[in-house]
């Protein structure tokens, strides 16, 4: 089965920068669009950002401008770099490729991103 295992979170002032790892089990350049999500406590889960097979990128509204999302096929890892963080950032933050995520599986554990003073 496919995994996918995030690293990269921790505890950061607000206007810090944190980058995210997410390592795929399988060869991820067969997966079409990979994604970015979070999950704040209390919250539904909402898509930060994704990429395409070739690169193209979308991203929510609430980080335009302060998140970008990378994808390395050759060594199956997407990333996730987060600059300016704000306190409304803290979350669990996962990845996943779109075709699973719109069928609701292989989520990962994730990992914790805190925005704190």
């Known amino acids: 089965q496919v995994q996918f295992v995030e690293s990269g979170g921790g505890l950061v002032q607000p206007g810090g920068s944190l980058r995210l790892s997410c390592a795929a089990s399988g060869m991820i350049s067969r997966l079409y669009s990979m994604g970015w999500y979070r999950q704040a406590s209390g919250k539904q889960r909402e898509l930060v950002a994704a990429?395409?097979?070739?690169?193209?990128?979308n991203y929510a509204d609430s980080v335009k401008g302060r998140f970008t999302i990378s994808r390395d096929n050759p060594k199956n890892t997407v990333y996730l770099e987060m600059n300016s963080l704000k306190p409304e950032d803290t979350a669990v933050y996962y990845c996943?490729?779109?075709?699973?995520?719109?069928?609701?599986?292989?989520w990962g554990q994730g990992t914790q991103v805190t925005v704190s003073s």
């Open positions: 990429i395409t097979r070739d690169g193209t990128t």
């Open positions: 996943n490729a779109d075709f699973f995520a719109q069928r609701g599986g292989y």
